[in-house]
């Protein structure tokens, strides 16, 4: 059960937080690590999570930053894991609309990117309002691998780094203003990182 036993270790990058949601969405990524066991247990679990919705409107400005599948890069599979459990989920559209995190009915929203080595990926991000929290998680780079910044109208928001190599941006959103978000690759291989958003649009 390594998912489930990783569950009970709180996660140095959300400490003592209060976001409950967020807290096991981490977990959730952190578990990919484990191999398939822990991918089968994190389908089911996310499966049944109404919360989140895959922040898949995350679109490079260069996609030359941005790793290809041909690329292999190591990583948690995150992508291929919502994709398996929105197919095996609780809710779909009958519009055919793409669900992503700028949808007014969740607050949660995660993805995975590969970025280049030496490359810098900058994404927009809109839909977002009210206080925010951004978790990049690299999959193997620990601390001095990459540097990330998130912004609102020029005004950074504040971060934390910890020592499993996670920052941890906080700051507000007014409506109808979009964030950047930049992710430096300073290493000298490529890396996968999970992003992780909780919009409380409040």
């Known amino acids: 059960m ?5 569950l009970c270790v709180t996660l140095p990058c959300l400490g003592q937080s209060a976001d409950v949601e967020l807290q096991k969405l981490v977990d959730i990524v952190k578990s990919l690590r484990g191999g398939s066991a822990a991918f089968a247990e994190a389908t089911a679990v996310l499966a ?4 989140w ?14 790793c290809r599948a041909s690329d292999k890069v190591p990583g948690f599979r995150l992508n291929k894991l919502l994709a398996a459990s929105e197919q095996a989920q609780r809710f779909e559209t009958s519009t055919g609309n793409m669900l992503n995190g700028e949808d007014a009915r969740f607050n949660y929203s995660l993805f ?3 970025i280049k080595a ?9 839909g977002r309002e009210g206080a925010q929290t951004f978790v990049i998680l690299p999959y193997d780079g620990g601390s001095g691998s990459f540097a990330a910044t998130i912004s609102c109208g020029g005004v950074p928001f504040e971060v934390k780094e910890y020592t499993d190599g996670s920052l941890v941006f906080t700051g507000n959103v007014a409506s109808g203003q979009p964030l950047t978000l930049s992710i430096a690759n300073t290493s000298g291989r490529n890396i996968s990182f999970a992003i992780l958003n909780h919009n409380s649009r409040r």
């Open 2 to 6: 390594i998912f489930l036993l990783s």
């Open 53 to 66: 919705t895959p922040m898949n409107e995350l679109r490079a400005a260069d996609a030359s930053a941005e």
């Open 118 to 126: 030496g490359a810098t990926a900058v994404y927009t991000l809109r």
């Open 112 to 114: 995975e990117r590969g």
């Open 48 to 51: 049944s999570d109404p919360a």
